[in-house]
Protein backbone atom coordinates (compact mmCIF):
# COMPACT_ATOMS: atom_id res chain seq x y z
CA UNK A 1 0.00 0.00 0.00
CA UNK A 2 1.53 3.51 -0.88
CA UNK A 3 1.01 6.00 1.87
CA UNK A 4 1.14 9.22 0.96
CA UNK A 5 2.36 11.72 3.27
CA UNK A 6 1.29 15.19 5.16
CA UNK A 7 2.94 17.75 5.45
CA UNK A 8 4.15 17.73 8.67
CA UNK A 9 5.77 14.09 7.62
CA UNK A 10 7.57 15.87 4.49
CA UNK A 11 8.92 17.95 6.88
CA UNK A 12 10.50 15.52 9.23
CA UNK A 13 11.58 13.85 5.68
CA UNK A 14 13.24 16.92 4.60
CA UNK A 15 15.40 17.00 7.94
CA UNK A 16 16.22 13.30 7.60
CA UNK A 17 17.43 13.65 4.03
CA UNK A 18 19.52 17.01 5.03
CA UNK A 19 21.09 14.91 7.69
CA UNK A 20 21.90 12.10 4.91
CA UNK A 21 23.02 14.78 2.59
CA UNK A 22 25.23 16.50 5.22
CA UNK A 23 26.58 12.90 5.68
CA UNK A 24 27.74 12.29 2.33
CA UNK A 25 29.20 15.57 1.95
CA UNK A 26 31.32 14.73 5.04
CA UNK A 27 32.31 11.24 3.13
CA UNK A 28 33.06 12.66 -0.28
CA UNK A 29 35.87 15.16 1.69
CA UNK A 30 36.91 12.32 3.47
CA UNK A 31 37.88 10.01 0.80
CA UNK A 32 41.48 9.03 -0.27
CA UNK A 33 43.38 6.16 -1.25
CA UNK A 34 45.06 3.91 1.72
CA UNK A 35 41.70 4.72 3.68
CA UNK A 36 39.70 1.20 4.65
CA UNK A 37 36.00 1.38 4.15
CA UNK A 38 35.44 0.95 8.05
CA UNK A 39 37.06 4.10 8.31
CA UNK A 40 34.14 5.75 6.29
CA UNK A 41 31.68 3.53 8.26
CA UNK A 42 33.21 5.41 11.34
CA UNK A 43 32.93 8.87 9.54
CA UNK A 44 29.41 8.28 8.66
CA UNK A 45 28.41 7.15 11.83
CA UNK A 46 29.67 9.63 14.12
CA UNK A 47 28.31 12.43 11.60
CA UNK A 48 24.03 10.81 11.64
CA UNK A 49 24.37 10.84 15.46
CA UNK A 50 25.66 14.08 16.25
CA UNK A 51 23.09 15.42 13.94
CA UNK A 52 20.12 14.05 16.12
CA UNK A 53 19.95 11.37 14.07
CA UNK A 54 20.55 6.88 13.95
CA UNK A 55 22.06 5.09 11.03
CA UNK A 56 18.78 3.29 9.06
CA UNK A 57 20.97 0.85 8.02
CA UNK A 58 22.74 -0.83 10.85
CA UNK A 59 20.67 -4.02 11.89
CA UNK A 60 18.28 -3.57 9.19
CA UNK A 61 17.54 -7.69 8.68
CA UNK A 62 20.78 -7.78 10.22
CA UNK A 63 23.12 -5.72 8.30
CA UNK A 64 26.19 -5.06 10.56
CA UNK A 65 27.49 -1.52 9.60
CA UNK A 66 25.98 1.97 9.53
CA UNK A 67 26.92 2.54 5.85
CA UNK A 68 26.76 0.42 2.42
CA UNK A 69 30.53 0.82 0.87
CA UNK A 70 30.53 -0.80 -2.66
CA UNK A 71 33.84 -0.75 -5.11
CA UNK A 72 33.95 -1.28 -8.79
CA UNK A 73 31.90 -4.45 -9.89
CA UNK A 74 29.95 -3.94 -6.37
CA UNK A 75 26.60 -2.49 -7.27
CA UNK A 76 25.07 -2.12 -3.87
CA UNK A 77 24.90 -3.39 -0.15
CA UNK A 78 28.61 -3.77 0.27
CA UNK A 79 29.73 -3.97 3.80
CA UNK A 80 32.55 -1.64 5.40
CA UNK A 81 35.44 -3.30 6.24
CA UNK A 82 39.26 -3.91 6.08
CA UNK A 83 39.71 -3.31 2.40
CA UNK A 84 41.87 0.05 1.46
CA UNK A 85 40.55 2.40 -0.89
CA UNK A 86 42.89 2.79 -4.06
CA UNK A 87 43.16 5.15 -7.00
CA UNK A 88 41.19 4.66 -10.12
CA UNK A 89 38.27 2.97 -7.88
CA UNK A 90 34.79 3.44 -8.71
CA UNK A 91 33.35 4.01 -4.55
CA UNK A 92 29.44 3.67 -4.12
CA UNK A 93 28.53 4.93 -1.05
CA UNK A 94 24.96 4.30 0.41
CA UNK A 95 23.85 6.21 3.53
CA UNK A 96 20.73 6.05 5.42
CA UNK A 97 19.70 8.22 8.32
CA UNK A 98 16.42 8.01 10.79
CA UNK A 99 15.02 11.21 12.57
CA UNK A 100 12.10 11.55 14.70
CA UNK A 101 11.24 8.13 12.78
CA UNK A 102 11.63 9.18 9.38
CA UNK A 103 14.12 7.91 7.21
CA UNK A 104 16.17 9.87 4.43
CA UNK A 105 18.57 7.52 2.21
CA UNK A 106 20.57 7.93 -0.67
CA UNK A 107 23.83 7.41 -2.73
CA UNK A 108 26.69 8.98 -4.54
CA UNK A 109 29.52 7.30 -6.72
CA UNK A 110 32.85 8.77 -6.86
CA UNK A 111 36.54 7.84 -7.83
CA UNK A 112 39.27 7.53 -5.87
CA UNK A 113 41.64 9.89 -6.79
CA UNK A 114 41.34 10.20 -10.65
CA UNK A 115 38.94 7.76 -12.97
CA UNK A 116 40.64 4.54 -14.69
CA UNK A 117 39.25 4.71 -17.68
CA UNK A 118 37.22 7.09 -19.95
CA UNK A 119 34.35 4.23 -19.67
CA UNK A 120 34.37 4.61 -16.01
CA UNK A 121 34.56 7.97 -16.00
CA UNK A 122 31.32 8.17 -18.82
CA UNK A 123 29.57 5.51 -16.64
CA UNK A 124 29.52 7.38 -13.52
CA UNK A 125 28.01 10.31 -15.63
CA UNK A 126 25.94 8.67 -17.03
CA UNK A 127 24.00 7.01 -14.36
CA UNK A 128 24.03 10.43 -12.17
CA UNK A 129 21.98 11.64 -15.88
CA UNK A 130 20.12 8.61 -15.49
CA UNK A 131 18.64 9.84 -12.10
CA UNK A 132 18.29 13.56 -13.28
CA UNK A 133 15.96 12.03 -16.00
CA UNK A 134 14.37 10.17 -13.58
CA UNK A 135 13.25 12.70 -10.99
CA UNK A 136 11.95 14.81 -13.76
CA UNK A 137 9.31 12.77 -14.85
CA UNK A 138 7.67 13.38 -11.31
CA UNK A 139 4.57 15.23 -12.24
CA UNK A 140 1.54 15.26 -10.60
CA UNK A 141 -0.86 12.89 -12.62
CA UNK A 142 2.20 11.51 -14.93
CA UNK A 143 2.72 7.50 -14.13
CA UNK A 144 5.58 5.87 -12.07
CA UNK A 145 6.19 3.89 -14.64
CA UNK A 146 7.53 6.84 -16.52
CA UNK A 147 10.29 7.47 -13.91
CA UNK A 148 11.91 3.91 -15.00
CA UNK A 149 11.50 4.17 -18.70
CA UNK A 150 13.58 7.37 -18.62
CA UNK A 151 16.26 6.19 -16.49
CA UNK A 152 16.30 3.29 -19.07
CA UNK A 153 16.83 5.31 -21.75
CA UNK A 154 19.41 7.65 -20.41
CA UNK A 155 21.33 4.40 -19.24
CA UNK A 156 20.99 2.19 -22.18
CA UNK A 157 21.01 4.88 -24.74
CA UNK A 158 24.72 5.21 -23.95
CA UNK A 159 25.50 1.71 -23.91
CA UNK A 160 25.21 0.56 -20.15
CA UNK A 161 23.00 -1.94 -18.80
CA UNK A 162 20.47 -1.34 -15.87
CA UNK A 163 20.17 -3.93 -12.51
CA UNK A 164 16.69 -5.27 -13.09
CA UNK A 165 16.98 -7.43 -9.72
CA UNK A 166 16.83 -4.24 -7.58
CA UNK A 167 14.97 -1.32 -7.68
CA UNK A 168 14.13 2.15 -5.64
CA UNK A 169 11.19 2.10 -3.55
CA UNK A 170 9.02 4.20 -1.40
CA UNK A 171 10.09 6.07 1.87
CA UNK A 172 8.77 7.58 5.29
CA UNK A 173 8.87 5.61 8.46
CA UNK A 174 9.77 2.43 6.87
CA UNK A 175 13.39 2.24 4.99
CA UNK A 176 12.28 0.45 2.11
CA UNK A 177 8.06 1.08 1.53
CA UNK A 178 5.59 0.94 -1.25
CA UNK A 179 6.09 1.28 -4.40
CA UNK A 180 8.88 -0.66 -5.65
CA UNK A 181 10.24 1.99 -8.75
CA UNK A 182 12.23 0.07 -11.71
CA UNK A 183 14.68 1.46 -13.44
CA UNK A 184 13.31 0.10 -16.58
CA UNK A 185 9.85 -0.40 -18.16
CA UNK A 186 7.48 1.23 -20.41
CA UNK A 187 5.91 4.19 -19.91
CA UNK A 188 2.08 5.12 -19.05
CA UNK A 189 2.12 2.54 -16.60
CA UNK A 190 2.19 2.15 -13.07
CA UNK A 191 0.68 4.17 -10.36
CA UNK A 192 0.11 7.66 -10.18
CA UNK A 193 2.08 10.51 -8.96
CA UNK A 194 0.55 12.28 -6.19
CA UNK A 195 1.46 14.90 -3.94
CA UNK A 196 2.42 13.22 -0.85
CA UNK A 197 4.14 10.49 -2.57
CA UNK A 198 8.10 10.02 -1.13
CA UNK A 199 10.54 7.82 -3.42
CA UNK A 200 13.88 6.77 -3.49
CA UNK A 201 15.00 7.01 -6.96
CA UNK A 202 18.46 4.81 -7.24
CA UNK A 203 19.55 4.06 -10.90
CA UNK A 204 22.67 1.04 -10.78
CA UNK A 205 23.99 1.29 -14.31
CA UNK A 206 26.53 -1.78 -15.39
CA UNK A 207 29.31 -1.70 -18.31
CA UNK A 208 28.39 -5.07 -18.82
CA UNK A 209 25.07 -7.35 -18.36
CA UNK A 210 22.24 -6.09 -16.07
CA UNK A 211 22.81 -9.44 -14.03
CA UNK A 212 23.43 -9.62 -10.66
CA UNK A 213 24.66 -12.37 -8.32
CA UNK A 214 25.27 -12.00 -3.82
CA UNK A 215 28.45 -12.79 -2.35
CA UNK A 216 28.74 -15.18 0.19
CA UNK A 217 28.51 -12.55 3.33
CA UNK A 218 24.73 -12.85 1.80
CA UNK A 219 24.76 -8.70 1.71
CA UNK A 220 27.36 -7.67 -1.08
CA UNK A 221 25.46 -7.74 -4.68
CA UNK A 222 27.77 -7.70 -7.94
CA UNK A 223 27.56 -7.53 -12.17
CA UNK A 224 28.00 -11.20 -12.67
CA UNK A 225 30.04 -10.62 -15.22
CA UNK A 226 32.95 -8.67 -13.24
CA UNK A 227 32.36 -5.43 -15.07
CA UNK A 228 32.21 -1.81 -13.67
CA UNK A 229 28.78 -0.77 -11.98
CA UNK A 230 27.50 3.11 -10.51
CA UNK A 231 24.54 3.79 -8.57
CA UNK A 232 23.48 6.35 -7.25
CA UNK A 233 19.90 7.85 -5.00
CA UNK A 234 17.84 10.25 -4.13
CA UNK A 235 14.97 10.72 -2.07
CA UNK A 236 12.35 12.82 -3.37
CA UNK A 237 9.11 14.31 -1.98
CA UNK A 238 6.36 15.18 -4.48
CA UNK A 239 4.54 18.65 -3.19
CA UNK A 240 1.94 20.63 -5.00
CA UNK A 241 4.70 22.71 -6.40
CA UNK A 242 6.58 19.89 -8.29
CA UNK A 243 9.48 17.34 -6.89
CA UNK A 244 11.30 18.38 -4.14
CA UNK A 245 14.83 16.73 -3.65
CA UNK A 246 15.17 16.22 0.16
CA UNK A 247 18.21 14.66 0.10
CA UNK A 248 20.21 17.15 -2.72
CA UNK A 249 24.13 17.85 -1.92
CA UNK A 250 26.15 20.55 -1.95
CA UNK A 251 28.61 18.82 -3.52
CA UNK A 252 26.89 17.06 -5.85
Known amino acids: MIILKSPDE ?17 LVEEVRPGMTTADLDEIAEKSIRSEG ?23 VHGIPGKRSLKVGDILKLDVGAVWEGYHGDSAVSLFVGEPPSDVAEK ?3 VTRDSLDAGIAQLRIG ?3 S ?11 GAGFACVREYAGHGVGRALHED ?15 KSGLVIAIEPMVNVGGWRTRVLPDRWTVVTADG ?7 HTIAITDDGPEVLTLRSNG
Open 10 to 26: IARLRKAGRITALTIER
Open 53 to 75: ATPSFKGYRGFPASICTSLNEQI
Open 123 to 125: LVR
Open 142 to 144: GRL
Open 146 to 156: DVGYAVQQVAE
Open 179 to 193: PQVPNYGDPGRGPVV
Open 227 to 233: SLSAHFE
